[in-house]
T-cell receptor
Framework: QKEVEQNSGPLSVPEGAIASLNCTYS??????FFWYRQYSGKSPELIMF????GDKEDGRFTAQLNKASQYVSLLIRDSQPSDSATYLC????????????FGKGTMLLVSP | EAGVAQSPRYKIIEKRQSVAFWCNPI?????LYWYQQILGQGPKLLIQ????????DSQLPKDRFSAERLKGVDSTLKIQPAKLEDSAVYLC???????????FGPGTRLTVT
């Protein structure tokens, strides 16, 4: 069973702090990794993707990938109350097609 | 660029009734996905189309769920007959054939009573 694991949270951080969201996956051959943000009652919104080991930065967001440890993380700098949402980690597990396996998501709460 | 369109946005039916959902992907996107998302869970892939063909339907309950994608554009997902446990949000997503990034539509919230 190929799995993606996330802590369900909630992860509570004060406004302006760094939020760190973590994800592990079971398939060592996984190729690509995605972070989606989902506000309550809304559909998932793609915010970051990463294919290679290391860090990838986009504005306040940084995705970090360590394939040896089968670990991917999302850092949100200068967290804002508007960042409060559920963050879904999704992994393409060694497929010739773009099939994604999603984790259950981590709820992030940013307090003013 | 228009996003993924879905309809209806909400549907309430009684168990054993049938229901159909419609999806129009982003223009030019060859790959279309249907997901089921139960409250508190991540999306679960039901079926994936590449143009007209089915790539993955391993998690589709084929005794009651069916899907088609005629002409490689729009798609419909049908449930017949519905069960209480089918209450969920049904999400449609699309991606271009050369990229893996998937973009989601607004979803259809189904309540089975």
């Amino acid at each position: 069973q190929k799995e993606v694991e996330q802590n369900s949270g909630p992860l509570s951080v004060p406004e302006g702090a760094i939020a760190s969201l973590n994800c592990t996956y079971s398939d060592r051959g996984s190729q690509s990794f995605f972070w989606y943000r989902q506000y309550s009652g809304k559909s998932p919104e793609l915010i970051m993707f990463i294919y290679s080991n290391g860090d990838k930065e986009d504005g306040r967001f940084t995705a970090q990938l360590n394939k040896a440890s089968q670990y991917v993380s999302l850092l949100i700098r200068d967290s804002q109350p508007s960042d409060s949402a559920t963050y879904l980690c999704a992994v393409n597990m060694n497929s010739g097609y773009s099939t994604l396996t999603f984790g259950k998501g981590t709820m992030l709460l940013v307090s003013p | 660029e228009a996003g993924v369109a879905q309809s209806p946005r909400y549907k309430i039916i009684e168990k054993r009734q049938s229901v159909a959902f419609w999806c129009n992907p982003i223009s030019g996107h060859a790959t279309l996905y249907w997901y089921q998302q139960i409250l508190g869970q991540g999306p679960k892939l039901l079926i994936q189309f590449q143009n007209n063909g089915v790539v993955d339907d391993s998690q589709l309950p084929k005794d009651r769920f069916s899907a088609e994608r005629l002409k490689g554009v729009d798609s419909t997902l049908k449930i017949q007959p519905a069960k209480l446990e089918d209450s969920a949000v049904y999400l449609c997503a699309s991606s271009s054939s050369s990229l893996h990034e998937q973009y989601f539509g607004p979803g259809t919230r189904l309540t089975v009573t």
